[in-house]
T-cell receptor, first 112, second 111 residues
Framework: SQTIHQWPATLVQPVGSPLSLECTVE??????LYWYRQAAGRGLQLLFY??????ISSEVPQNLSASRPQDRQFILSSKKLLLSDSGFYLC???????????FGPGTRLTVL | EDQVTQSPEALRLQEGESSSLNCSYT??????LFWYRQDPGKGPEFLFT???AGEEKEKERLKATLTKKESFLHITAPKPEDSATYLC????????????FGKGTKLTVNP
């Protein structure tokens, strides 16, 4: 069966500090991978998605970036965090060509 | 622009009291409509995908239906463990595979 991991589970960072969130998927090959953010009072918003190693598409302009160094690894980064980057970050995966996306446990990020 | 509106924002039910959650959507070319369940502090859990008007899917006490403008999640004889936020999302053809989510309906089932 497939499993998706995210870490860390929670993170408190000062404004202006860097960020690295990691997501890994087990039990499948060549998945599509996604980063979403869930802010208070708002729906989940797609930030980035990837259909393969090194292939990243951005949905929303921001100070975040994403990378996919390995088939089942997806990383969300920032060089300098803003207060507005606080939120619940969710990684998801899907079989290529299929619609359903399956979400990880999430990372709660608080920027102070 | 694709839009999803869920109502009500919050719903309180007594155990065994059946009800429905609504998801109204606007999308140019629906590829799929999705229902998820989200418990506090956790990632969404996939429930159903609906593809075309008239389609219905069931899982335990939940049944999802779809028309050309909205979807309903019917909850029959709910139990306290059904308490969660239920999210609706749409995906359109020719897009980036992104899911456009509504803000959710927070369901509380009291024993």
């Amino acid at each position: 069966s497939q499993t998706i991991h995210q870490w860390p589970a929670t993170l408190v960072q000062p404004v202006g500090s860097p960020l690295s969130l990691e997501c890994t998927v087990e039990g499948t090959s060549n998945p599509n991978l996604y980063w979403y953010r869930q802010a208070a009072g708002r729906g989940l918003q797609l930030l980035f998605y990837s259909v393969g190693i090194g292939q990243i598409s951005s949905e929303v302009p921001q100070n975040l970036s994403a990378s996919r160094p390995q088939d089942r690894q997806f990383i969300l980064s920032s060089k300098k965090l803003l207060l507005s980057d606080s939120g619940f970050y969710l990684c998801a995966w899907a079989y290529g060509g299929h619609n359903e996306q399956f979400f990880g446990p999430g990372t709660r990020l608080t920027v102070l | 622009e694709d839009q999803v509106t869920q109502s009500p924002e919050a719903l309180r039910l007594q155990e065994g009291e059946s009800s429905s959650l609504n998801c109204s959507y606007t999308v140019s070319g629906l590829r799929g409509l999705f229902w998820y369940r989200q418990d506090p502090g956790k990632g969404p859990e996939f429930l159903f995908t609906l593809y075309s008007a008239g389609e219905e899917k069931e899982k335990e006490r939940l049944k999802a239906t779809l028309t050309k403008k909205e979807s309903f999640l019917h909850i029959t004889a709910p139990k306290p463990e059904d308490s969660a936020t239920y999210l609706c999302a749409v995906q359109r053809w020719g897009g980036s595979e992104k899911l456009v989510f509504g803000k959710g309906t927070k369901l509380t089932v009291n024993p």
